[in-house]
């Protein structure tokens, strides 16, 4: 199964990045072989609408979960519309994080910050 983490950089050895809409970069993971592509997420500088650019671009990848630490609503809405399942990942690397989901420890989670949280603005 194909598998999407939000990164800090592009390798397995990455960190997980907390930020999905945000993130640098997303990691495109196979998790039978562990074989994967990084994907450079160019939405992390946009002004606004990241989380959704985000999500639709890895929708277009056609995996099917999503590891992240934070997603905002509109993107949680993307995500769920292409019926892509979302854990809270681990502070660790990519490679730790999808070691993890493959044994079914990461929890699927729900909307976990308000819109715009990424951009460091104030609620």
């Known amino acids: 199964m194909k598998i999407a983490v939000s990164a800090t950089g592009n ?9 999905f809409g945000r993130a640098a970069s997303f990691i495109i993971v196979q998790t039978e072989t562990m074989e994967f592509e990084a994907l450079d997420n ?18 277009d990848k056609d995996v099917k979960a999503v590891i992240t630490g ?8 993307v995500l ?18 999808v070691e993890q989901y493959n044994k079914g420890t990461l929890e699927k989670i729900q909307t976990t910050v308000p819109s715009h ?7």
């Open 11 to 19: 390798s397995m050895d990455s960190q997980m990045d907390q930020r």
């Open 42 to 59: 160019n939405a992390s500088a946009s002004a606004g609408g990241a989380g959704i650019s985000a999500a639709q671009m890895i929708a």
């Open 117 to 123: 949280f990424g951009m460091g603005l104030k609620s």
């Open 80 to 97: 769920k519309a292409a019926s892509i399942e979302i854990y809270k990942g681990l502070n660790a690397t990519v490679k730790e994080n």
């Open 70 to 77: 934070n997603v905002g609503p509109n993107a949680m809405n």
